[in-house]
């Protein structure tokens, strides 16, 4: 990171130095998209998994679970993975709790799942809203493509990967449509 603006600055030389104008300003173009792409996808999905992490500490420590800052870090850490990383962060909390008491892992898998539910359709669309321009299903696609080919790495930025590819897609659609002059429609 201390280097950002340096490299940044090497890879337009490079760009600007191997095409021509048109040419380097659309790679341009186009780099600053996939940046805007991931940088807001990665940051909303840090700032919802911080907040599930928090509340997730609040409702455990009223719950008076064992191990609250294990069980939230836990699952906050987990939150960052779309759409499975809940259920795979719930699994070894859950089982940490069961060693304790199997009643209170009952109540801590309900605590879980409304809190999931909110995350799900409430706070998570709020803080991403349509940063990625993909549907629920394009989004498990991603994420069972990415996480097939990459592993957990690749269920998190798979996501923004798949928008990235499915809005030049786009672009290349509309540009073919526009050049046979038909409509969009």
């Not at 907040?51 to 609250?68: A, D, E, Q, R, S």
């Amino acid at each position: 990171l201390n280097i950002k603006d340096t490299l940044a600055a090497q890879g337009k030389k490079i760009v600007y130095g191997c095409l021509n104008l048109r040419q380097a300003n659309l790679v341009i173009e186009e780099i600053r998209f996939i940046n805007q792409m991931f940088g807001g996808f990665i940051i909303g999905k840090l700032v919802d998994s911080l907040i599930i992490g928090i509340i997730c500490f609040i409702g455990v420590t009223i719950l008076n679970m064992p191990f609250p800052m294990l069980l939230s870090v836990i699952i906050g850490v987990t939150n960052v993975i779309p759409f499975f990383g809940p259920f795979i962060g719930a699994i070894p909390a859950a089982f940490l709790v069961f060693l304790v008491s199997p009643l209170q892992c009952v109540y801590f898998l309900i605590w879980i799942l409304l809190l999931q539910q909110f995350d799900g359709n409430i706070l998570g669309p709020k803080i991403l809203g349509d940063s990625t321009g993909l549907s629920s299903f394009l989004v498990i696609v991603a994420i069972l493509i990415g996480g097939g080919i990459f592993g957990i790495p690749g269920m998190i930025i798979g996501v923004p990967v798949f928008a990235v590819l499915y809005a030049a897609l786009g672009r290349l659609v509309h540009i073919s449509l526009i050049y046979k002059q038909v409509p969009d429609e």
